[in-house]
C-alpha cells in the first residue's frame, strides 16, 4: 500500500441518509431504499456520470431475506447502466469500511478505477423468523399432493412453534451479548460509569455543534419520508446536544441492575441508515478533474478470543494497519473511533496507552500511543449519531475524510470494534 | 413480390404475412385477394390438416386495415362492399375445413383482430407490446368485418361492447382472462406453439368454449336488452349525442344477437357504411392523419439537425407544475430527473406529487408495482443546483415573473455545461425577453405544458428570434418522449392557446354582464362540443392566474379581449377557483356543488344572472370570438398551418374532435358565411367581432384554410 503495492486510492466524497433512532422516522423504510438513497444523492453531490462507476460494494450486516444482495440493488438504480457488478458482504459492525477496504483492493490490483462502496441497516426492520420446527411444517406442507395432505402436516403444529424467532445482537459462539460484553470489559478494566457518561456526554457535545455549524449535515443527504413526504428528515434524530451529567446518572444500568454501568444512555442506539463513499485511482480523480479529499494510505484487520473481551478488536488492528501505513499514532491529526459503547471505546484507548497490553498483547516493547482527546471523534460518535451496523463505517470515513481537508491535516485513523471479536483500521492520508 | 409466404411444417401450413416495404401489416384489399388465393390453394391441398397464420414483422400483428384505401372510398355503396367483401373473405376462412390457428404477436387491432376472431385458435405472447382492440370509433366508424358479430359471441356482450364502443386496447394477459386468447405464451415460442396447437387441433375436435359473462345479463334476451339500453344511455351521456358510431356499433351488435350472424354481418355493413359518410368520421380520419404527420414533423424546416439525446433532466420550481413536468418525464420518457425548489418542505411536496400520479398508475395497474417503483427512483429533489452540472434540459416552473426566470437562467447557465438547453415553462412572458438574461440565447426555448401535465396531451414549443434550431428540435423530441403532441408556436403574447382562449373568455365575460345565467354559458357550450364549458374552465385554470394572462393578454391585443367584468374583485373576494375550493363555482369536498350565486354581485350583474337566455347567440359568439383569434393567429404567423391550429385546439383545449379544430370548423361553415356572422356581431356587439384580414381575404377568393 502507500503507493508501494500498487495505485493509491482516493477517497473523492461520501454521503449518508440521516441516521435515525429505530422505531422513529424511517422505520417504514427499507435498507434497499436507504442504501439507494445514500447512492443515488452521492451521484447527485458529485455529479459523477453514472457509468463511470465499475463496481457496487455495500455491507449489511442484518440482510432481508427477500433482498439478501443489497449492492446489487443500489447497482440497478435506474440512474446506472445495468452492467455494473456488485456484491454485499458482512464483517459485521465494520462491513462498510470493509467494503471501502474492498473496493480500494480492487482499484489498487488494477481491476477497477471506480467503486461505489457503501453499507445500510434498517434496524426497525430486522427479518423476524418462524420457529425452525414450524418452518419445517411449512415445507413439508408445500410438498404435499393433496389438501387433505396439507392439512394432515399443518396440523401437526403446535402454539409454542408459532412463537417468532427474533435476531439477537449476541455472540452465537458465546452466547453473550454486546450489552454484556461491554459490561464485562468495564469491570475488567476498570472504566468508572462517570467516565463512560462524560464520554457520552461528549459524543452528543460534538454531535450537537457539527449538526448546527453544518459540518456533519453536510454529509447528510435529507430524507423524504415516503409515502406522506411530509416529514423531511435532514439531520440524525438521537442527538441530545442539551443533555447533563446528571440527567446520565439517573439512568439505571441495562444488563447488570445491581454493579454495572452500562446503561441505554452510554451505549450506541439501535438505529436505521444508509451510507455511500465514492472512490477512485487518483489517476481517475486526476482525468476527470476531482480533488479527493482523502487518500487511502493503509487498514488492517485483527479477531480476538470472543470469550475474553468481544471489543477488544481495535486494539489489535491499530497498531497493525499503523506499521503497514508505516506510521505511529503520533503522526495521527484526527482520530475516528466507532462508539459501540463508551466503555468499549474507553478500553481501547487504555490498551492503546498501556505498556502492559503492549508488551503481553502485542509483543511490543511500546505502547500504540497516546490519543489525544481533542483530535478524537471531533464530532462526536456512534452514542449520538446512532449506529445502524452495516452504515457505519461509511459515516466515519467520510467524516474523517472532510474533517481532514477542512483542518488540512496530513494523516487521519479510522478505527471500529466488530462482532465475533474483530476490530477494522484503517489510515487516511491527505496528499 | 407478395405480401404472404407458406411454409410446410409436416402437416401444417404456416402462412407468414410480411407487407413488404412498411414497418406494420395493414389489411387491403390486395392483401385480402392474396390471401383468398393462398387459402384456396391449401384448401385444395389433402396434406394439409391445418393453417397457422403468422406475422413476418418482429413487433407487430396486424395494425388494422389499410386507412388509405378507406379514405379513397367515396360512397356509401364503395364503403358497403369494401365492408362486405371482407366479411365474406372472414367467412370463408371461419368455414375453412381445416383448423387455423393464428399467432399474435404485438398489435392486433381493427381488421386485423377480426381476422383473428375468425380462425379457429389464437395464440398470444405475454409481451407488453401484445394489444388486442377495435379502435373503429376513434375514427367515427365501427367495426365492419364482423367485428361486432364475432366479438360479443366470444367474450360476452359486455366486455364486447367495453371494448368496441371504447376503442380501447387490451394487454394480452387480459386478454387471455376474457377469452379473446386461447394461450398465452412466451413471445420466443410462440411459433413453436401455434404449430403445437395446430397439430393437436388437426387431430381432435376444438374443445367447445365456456361461455363467457353471466346468464342473465350476456345471454338472456331479457338481461341483453337491459344491457343495451343501458349502454346507449351511457354512450348518449358520454358522447352528448355529436358522435353517432358508439351508438351504431351498439345497434349492430344488439342486430346481430338478437337476428343471427348472418343477418348480423348484413347490417354490420350498412351501418359501417352509413358511418363512414357521415362528417363526423370524416374530421376524425383528418385529425388521425393530421396528429400521424405531426408526430414526423421534427419542428423545423428541412434539412432538420438530430436533436439532442436528453437523458438528464433537471427541473426548477417543485409545485404542481414543476412535479408534473417531472413526473411524466420519468413516467415517460424515462429519464432521470432532479427537481430543485427553495426549501425542503416544498421538495418533499413535490415528490409527493410525483409518488401520487405513479401511485395511481400502479393502483390503476397500467403499471406494476416494480415498474412504478424504477419510475419513482427516477426523481429525487433538493434545494440546491448539485445534480444539474450533467443535466442536457433544465426546464423552468417558478413563479410566472419574467425577473425571477431570467434570475433562475442565469443560475442555471453557470451551474450547467455549454450544450444544456433552458426551456422556460411560461404561459405569459415572451421567451425573448427571458432570453435577454442568457449568455447563449441559442439555447433558450418555451416549453408551455398544460396542467395536469401527466393528462393534459398538448405542448406548446416556443422558440424565440434567437433560438437555434438544433435547440427547437431537441424540445419538439423530447416533448413527443413524454408522450405529448407538439406544436411549435410564434413567441407571441399567449402563444396560441392562450391566445384564442382571451377573446373565448371575454365573450364570456360580457354574455354574463349581459345577464346569461353561468350554467347557461357553461351548458352552450358543452352542448357546442366542448368537454367543459368556460365557467369552469376559468375555475380549473385558476382566477388569479386568468387575471395575469388577461392582463398580457389585454397589453397585447388591445380593446378587443378587454375584459367586462372584473376577476380581480373575484380574487379580492378569495375566489380562486377550484384550486382553494372556491370559484365562480362552489366546491364541496373537491366536487363542483353547483354556482356560487353571490358571484353575480361580486361582479355588479344587475338583476343576479338568468335574466337573458339566448343560448344560440351565445354559441355563436363564443365559438366565433375563438374561430376568429385562431384566423388572427394564423395570418401572424403564430402557429405554422392550420393542422397546428387544429391540432393544437382539440389537444390542448378540448376543441371539439368532430367538428375538426378551429380551421376545419370555418372550412366547414365558409369563410363568407363566417365573415357575414361576424360583421352582424360586429355591428351589434362591437369592433371586437371585426372579421380576421385572413377570413375576409378567404371570403373574397371563396377559398378554404384546408
Known amino acids: 500500500m502507500s503507493g508501494t503495492n500498487g495505485r493509491r486510492v482516493a477517497i473523492i466524497a461520501g454521503c449518508r441518509t440521516p441516521f435515525a433512532k429505530a422505531g422513529t422516522a424511517l422505520k417504514d423504510v427499507s435498507a434497499v431504499d436507504l442504501a439507494k438513497h445514500a447512492a443515488r444523492e452521492l451521484l447527485v453531490r458529485t455529479e459523477l456520470d453514472p457509468k463511470l462507476v465499475e463496481q457496487v460494494i455495500f455491507g449489511q450486516v442484518i440482510p432481508s431475506v427477500l433482498a439478501p444482495n443489497v449492492a446489487r440493488e443500489v447497482s440497478l438504480l435506474p440512474q446506472f447502466p445495468k452492467n455494473i457488478p456488485a456484491y454485499s458482504l458482512n464483517r459485521a459492525c465494520a462491513s462498510s469500511n470493509q467494503a471501502i477496504a474492498d473496493g480500494h483492493d480492487q482499484i489498487t490490483l488494477g481491476h477497477a478505477d471506480v467503486v461505489l462502496a457503501g453499507g445500510t441497516e434498517a434496524l426497525s426492520d430486522v427479518p423476524i423468523l418462524h420457529s425452525r420446527r414450524f418452518a419445517a411444517i411449512l415445507v413439508e406442507a408445500s410438498k404435499a399432493r393433496s389438501l387433505g395432505k396439507r392439512l394432515g402436516i399443518l396440523a401437526r403444529t403446535r402454539p409454542r412453534d408459532l412463537v417468532p424467532v427474533t435476531p439477537a445482537i449476541a455472540e452465537p459462539s458465546t452466547g453473550e451479548s454486546m450489552g454484556q460484553a461491554a459490561e464485562k470489559m468495564a469491570k475488567e478494566n476498570g472504566i468508572t460509569r462517570e467516565a463512560q457518561d462524560e464520554f457520552t456526554l461528549r459524543s452528543h457535545r460534538g454531535a450537537a455543534a457539527g449538526t448546527k455549524d453544518g459540518r456533519l449535515t453536510a454529509e447528510i443527504a435529507p430524507f423524504f419520508v415516503p409515502p406522506r413526504y411530509e416529514e423531511t428528515l435532514a439531520s440524525d434524530n438521537g442527538i441530545r446536544g442539551d443533555s447533563t451529567l446528571e440527567q446520565l446518572a439517573q439512568l439505571k444500568p441495562v444488563f447488570d441492575r445491581r454493579y454495572g454501568s452500562v446503561t441505554a444512555a452510554n451505549a450506541s442506539p439501535l438505529t436505521d441508515g444508509a451510507s455511500a463513499v465514492l472512490l477512485m485511482s487518483e489517476e481517475k480523480a486526476h482525468a476527470l478533474g476531482l480533488e479527493p479529499l482523502a487518500f487511502i494510505r493503509s487498514y488492517a484487520v485483527a479477531a480476538v478470543d470472543p470469550g475474553e473481551q468481544l471489543l477488544m478488536g481495535p486494539a489489535f488492528a491499530v497498531p497493525k494497519a499503523l506499521e503497514r501505513a508505516g506510521l505511529t499514532l503520533k503522526d495521527m491529526a484526527l482520530v475516528e473511533m466507532h462508539e459501540a459503547f463508551a466503555a468499549q471505546v474507553l478500553s481501547n484507548i487504555q490498551a492503546f496507552e498501556s505498556k502492559t497490553f503492549a508488551r503481553e498483547k502485542l509483543g511490543r516493547s511500546e505502547p500504540v500511543g497516546q490519543v489525544d482527546r481533542d483530535t478524537l471523534n471531533v464530532m462526536g460518535g456512534s452514542i449520538a449519531i446512532g449506529h445502524p451496523f452495516g452504515a457505519t463505517g461509511g459515516r466515519i470515513t467520510t467524516t474523517l475524510a472532510n474533517e481532514m481537508k477542512r483542518r488540512d491535516v496530513q494523516f487521519g485513523l479510522i478505527s471500529v470494534c466488530a462482532q465475533g471479536g474483530m476490530g477494522f483500521a484503517m489510515v487516511l492520508e491527505r496528499r | ?706
Not at chain 2, 380551421?663 to 360586429?682: M, P, Q, S, T
Open chain 2, 1 to 706: 413480390m407478395g405480401a404472404l409466404s407458406v411454409a410446410r411444417e409436416g402437416d401444417v401450413a404456416v402462412v407468414t404475412f410480411d407487407l413488404p416495404g412498411e414497418s406494420v401489416n395493414k389489411f387491403s384489399r390486395k392483401v385480402k385477394d392474396e390471401f383468398a388465393k393462398t387459402m384456396t390453394a391449401l384448401r385444395a391441398d389433402q396434406g394439409v390438416k391445418a393453417v397457422v397464420i403468422i406475422s413476418g414483422k418482429p413487433d407487430g400483428f396486424i395494425a388494422g386495415a389499410d386507412i388509405t384505401e378507406f379514405v379513397a372510398a367515396k360512397t356509401e355503396d364503395e364503403f358497403r362492399k369494401l365492408a362486405r367483401e371482407g366479411q365474406q373473405f372472414l367467412d370463408a376462412l371461419e368455414a375453412f375445413p381445416v383448423p387455423i390457428v393464428v399467432a399474435i404477436h404485438g398489435a392486433c387491432v381493427g381488421g386485423g383482430l377480426e381476422i383473428s376472431l375468425a380462425c379457429h385458435w389464437r395464440v398470444a405472447t405475454n409481451h407488453p407490446k401484445t394489444i388486442l382492440g377495435q379502435p373503429e370509433v376513434q375514427i367515427g366508424i365501427i367495426p365492419g368485418a364482423g367485428g361486432c358479430n364475432r366479438l360479443p359471441r366470444l367474450i360476452g356482450l359486455r366486455p364486447a361492447l367495453d371494448m368496441i364502443l371504447t376503442g380501447k386496447n387490451i394487454r394480452a394477459e387480459k386478454a387471455f382472462r376474457m377469452g379473446l386468447v386461447d394461450e398465452l405464451v412466451a413471445p420466443p415460442i410462440l411459433r413453436s406453439a401455434a404449430l403445437a396447437a395446430a397439430a393437436r387441433l388437426a387431430r381432435q375436435v376444438i374443445p367447445p368454449r365456456r361461455p363467457r359473462g353471466s346468464w342473465l345479463l350476456d345471454r338472456s334476451a331479457l338481461g341483453r336488452g337491459f344491457v343495451i339500453s343501458q349502454a346507449r344511455k351511457m354512450t348518449v351521456g358520454k358522447t352528448g349525442g355529436h358522435y353517432p358510431a358508439p351508438i351504431a356499433a351498439l345497434e349492430a351488435v344488439a342486430y346481430g344477437l338478437a337476428h343471427g350472424t348472418k343477418r348480423g354481418l348484413v347490417h354490420e355493413a350498412d351501418l359501417f357504411a352509413q358511418m363512414a359518410m357521415t362528417d363526423v368520421s370524416r374530421r376524425l380520419v383528418e385529425i388521425f392523419f393530421a396528429a400521424t404527420n405531426l408526430k414526423k414533423d421534427a419542428g423545423v424546416p428541412a434539412p432538420a439537425p438530430d436533436p439532442r439525446r436528453i437523458e438528464r433532466l433537471g427541473v426548477l420550481g417543485a409545485g404542481f407544475m414543476g412535479a408534473g413536468i417531472a413526473v411524466t418525464a420519468a413516467d415517460q420518457a424515462g429519464v432521470s430527473v432532479r427537481m430543485k425548489d427553495a426549501d425542503l418542505t416544498r421538495v418533499g411536496k413535490g415528490l409527493k406529487a410525483v409518488a401520487d400520479v405513479i401511485g395511481e398508475r400502479v393502483k390503476r395497474r397500467s403499471l406494476t408495482r416494480l415498474e412504478g417503483g424504477k419510475k419513482l427512483a427516477l426523481v429525487s429533489g433538493g434545494v440546491d443546483y448539485r445534480g444539474f452540472l450533467r443535466a442536457d434540459l433544465v426546464i423552468e416552473a417558478v413563479f410566472e415573473d419574467v425577473e425571477v426566470k431570467r434570475n433562475v437562467l442565469r443560475e442555471v447557465e453557470a451551474v450547467t455545461c455549454p450544450g444544456t438547453v433552458f426551456a422556460s415553462n411560461t404561459s405569459t412572458i415572451p421567451i425573448a425577453r427571458i432570453a435577454e438574461a442568457s449568455q447563449r440565447p441559442e439555447a433558450v426555448i418555451g416549453m408551455h405544458f398544460f396542467s395536469p401535465v401527466h393528462r393534459m396531451p398538448l405542448l406548446e414549443v416556443i422558440p424565440s428570434a434567437k433560438t437555434a434550431p438544433e435547440t427547437i428540435v431537441t424540445a419538439v423530441a423530447f416533448g413527443r418522449r413524454m408522450g405529448k403532441t407538439v406544436i411549435v408556436v410564434k413567441d407571441r403574447p399567449g402563444f396560441f392557446i392562450n391566445r384564442i382562449l382571451a377573446p373565448y373568455m371575454v365573450e364570456a365575460g360580457h354574455l354574463l354582464k349581459e345577464g346569461v345565467a353561468i350554467e347557461d354559458l357553461d351548458r352552450a357550450m358543452v352542448r357546442w362540443g366542448f368537454p367543459v364549458g368556460p365557467v369552469t374552465l376559468l375555475d380549473e385554470v385558476g382566477l388569479d392566474v386568468a387575471v395575469k394572462v388577461g392582463g398580457v393578454m389585454r397589453e397585447a391585443l388591445g380593446e378587443r379581449v378587454t375584459p367586462a367584468i372584473s376577476l380581480e374583485a373575484l380574487v379580492a373576494s378569495g375566489r380562486l377557483g377550484r384550486k382553494n375550493g372556491r370559484g365562480l363555482f362552489r366546491y364541496e369536498k373537491g366536487k363542483k356543488a353547483g354556482v356560487d350565486p353571490e358571484v353575480y354581485s361580486v361582479l355588479g350583474v344587475p338583476g343576479g344572472g338568468g335574466t337573458v337566455k339566448d343560448t344560440v347567440s351565445v354559441t355563436e359568439r363564443l365559438s366565433l370570438a375563438m374561430l376568429n383569434e385562431a384566423a388572427r393567429a394564423l395570418e401572424e404567423g403564430v402557429i405554422r398551418s392550420p393542422r397546428d391550429g387544429d391540432i393544437g385546439a382539440i389537444f390542448g383545449i378540448g376543441f371539439p374532435p368532430f367538428r375538426g379544430g378551429p380551421f376545419r370548423a370555418l372550412d366547414a361553415l365558409g369563410a363568407g358565411a363566417a365573415v357575414a356572422k361576424l360583421e352582424l356581431l360586429a355591428a351589434r356587439h362591437g369592433d371586437r367581432f371585426a372579421p380576421a384580414g385572413s377570413l375576409v381575404d378567404l371570403a373574397k377568393r371563396n377559398a378554404r384554410f384546408h
